[in-house]
């Protein structure tokens, strides 16, 4: 079982840009890996994935909110995963969890990913 530790949250006014870590306590290639968000009385939901790398799927996959802002990446050899953001909106404003999955998930789908962070709190003013 995989334990997963965010950071690098932090308050930004909107325009502005953070990048989040996810660190791994073992290596991240065979897992699906994604981050989610989940702001104060709504639901969890999906930000941005990438597949297992033995996986079918194509590549990365973004939430229509953040599509062309968020980057996800991966560098295996430090077992962590980023999550860079720019041009930041008051509407990204959560907290933001690494999430990691031994299957190929559904994209952007809280319910197919098994292991999950502590997450890392993101505000955005206006």
């Known amino acids: 079982q995989v334990q997963l530790v965010e950071s690098g949250g932090g308050s930004v006014e909107a325009g502005g840009s953070l990048t989040l870590s996810c660190t791994a306590s073992t290596v991240t290639d065979k897992y699906a890996m994604g981050w989610f968000r989940q702001a104060p009385g709504k639901e969890r939901e999906g930000v941005a994935t990438l597949p297992r790398l033995f996986s079918r799927r194509g590549g990365t996959h973004y939430a229509a909110s953040v599509e062309g802002r968020f980057t996800i990446s991966r560098h295996n050899a430090k077992n962590t995963l980023y999550l860079r953001m720019d041009n930041l909106k008051p509407e990204d404003s959560a907290m933001y969890y690494c999430?990691?999955?031994?299957?190929?998930?559904?994209?952007?789908?809280?319910?197919?990913?098994?292991?999950w962070g502590q997450g890392t709190q993101v505000t955005v003013s206006s």
């Open positions: 999430a990691a999955s031994l299957r190929d998930p559904v994209v952007l789908r809280v319910a197919d990913f098994d292991y």
